[in-house]
């Protein structure tokens, strides 16, 4: 009896191990689509209040998801020690702040491209350039964001099988 007992729990961890781990496969989407709504945030601050940098930044305020909440935590920061800085790069700032983040560590360099790149505009160049701007990276990031859930979606499938295979295979194993 004490066999079952343990091949059922094996077989239900290694279940369990797989959904878990396809779960995290979608982290980077959802990464790109907190990006995607700090961009629109973005745009109706800068198009009807245009204020100052760091306000602008401060005034990004998304909780929805956890990497929404991180992206508002990076922002931030990045705000605080904007105004500290002589010389600021809002870039430079935003890359320190995001390295401190284990996060945001789960998007590839061209993940984050977009995103940085308008970052490294903002404040430098007139209200239509910078709207422009944004919603240029905002097409970028609603492709790739598009590429990243199509294959997310096949790796999650992927590993919830070979949990729900590897589970079973223990059991019988087991028993």
């Known amino acids: 009896m004490a066999?079952?007992?343990?091949a059922v729990m094996a077989m239900a961890l290694l279940s369990a191990l797989g959904f878990l781990i396809a779960d995290g496969e979608k982290k980077r989407v959802r990464?790109?689509?907190a990006m995607r709504?700090?961009?629109?945030?973005?745009?109706?601050?800068?198009?009807?209040?245009?204020?100052?940098?760091?306000?602008?930044?401060?005034?990004?305020?998304?909780?929805?998801?956890?990497q929404e909440r991180e992206?508002?935590?990076?922002?931030?920061?990045?705000?605080?020690?904007?105004?500290?800085?002589?010389s600021p790069q809002l870039m430079l700032l935003f890359a320190g702040e995001s390295a401190r983040l284990p996060g945001y560590g789960v998007l590839s360099e061209e993940d984050r491209s977009a995103f940085e790149r308008v970052l490294g505009e903002l404040g430098r160049t007139g209200?239509?350039?910078?709207?422009?701007l944004i919603d240029e990276a905002d097409e970028r990031l609603r492709a790739r964001e598009e590429i990243l859930?199509?294959?997310?979606?096949?790796?999650?499938?992927?590993i919830r099988t070979l949990g729900l295979t590897g589970g079973a295979a223990a059991f019988l194993i087991l028993i």
């Not at 992206?71 to 002589?86: D, M």
């Open 71 to 86: 992206l508002t935590r990076i922002l931030h920061a990045s705000a605080a020690r904007l105004e500290q800085c002589a």
């Open 3 to 6: 066999n079952w007992d343990v």
């Open 37 to 66: 709504r700090c961009l629109l945030r973005m745009n109706d601050i800068i198009r009807y209040e245009q204020p100052a940098l760091p306000e602008l930044l401060r005034r990004i305020e998304l909780h929805a998801t956890p």
């Open 149 to 158: 859930r199509a294959e997310a979606g096949k790796r999650a499938q992927l």
């Open 31 to 33: 990464f790109i689509q």
């Open 127 to 132: 209200l239509a350039e910078q709207l422009r």
